[in-house]
């Protein structure tokens, strides 16, 4: 499995950015629970923002609740992540994570995945 994120970029605060996640190889997003996460300098990386494949709810942090969703494309091949209304404290590298194993711990749990991409960098200026 490989996942490719893209969609970073410098943008001013109060834009906007989609971030996307492709997924190839033997397994998709398709049954399989994944998430957005992301580290800013210093700090333990974070959930954002995820999908739960039993239910199909999407799930995001209170931090970015009302500014940022999740979505996946019809194939299930690639996930988003829309943001809006960007802050400088949203400025970090993001990463998407998948968990083929089907494992039943929560969405935000970062040893849940097995599978990372290699994180698109946003960075927000005041």
């Known amino acids: 499995v490989q996942l490719q994120a893209s969609g970073g970029g410098l943008v001013q605060a109060g834009g906007s950015l989609r971030l996307s996640c492709a997924a190839s190889g033997q397994q998709t997003f398709n049954r399989n629970d994944m998430a957005w996460f992301r580290q800013a300098p210093g700090k333990e990386r974070e959930f954002v923002a995820g999908i739960k494949w039993s239910s199909g709810g999407k799930y995001v942090d209170d931090s970015v609740k009302g500014r940022f969703a999740i979505s996946i494309d019809n194939a299930e091949t690639t996930v988003y992540l829309q943001m809006n209304s960007l802050k400088p404290s949203d400025t970090a590298v993001y990463y998407c994570?998948?968990?083929?194993?089907?494992?039943?711990?929560?969405?935000?749990?970062?040893?849940?995945?097995?599978?990372w991409g290699q994180g698109t960098l946003v960075t927000v200026s005041s």
């Open positions: 994570a998948l968990d083929v194993e089907r494992s039943t711990e929560p969405l935000r749990y970062r040893y849940k995945y097995g599978y």
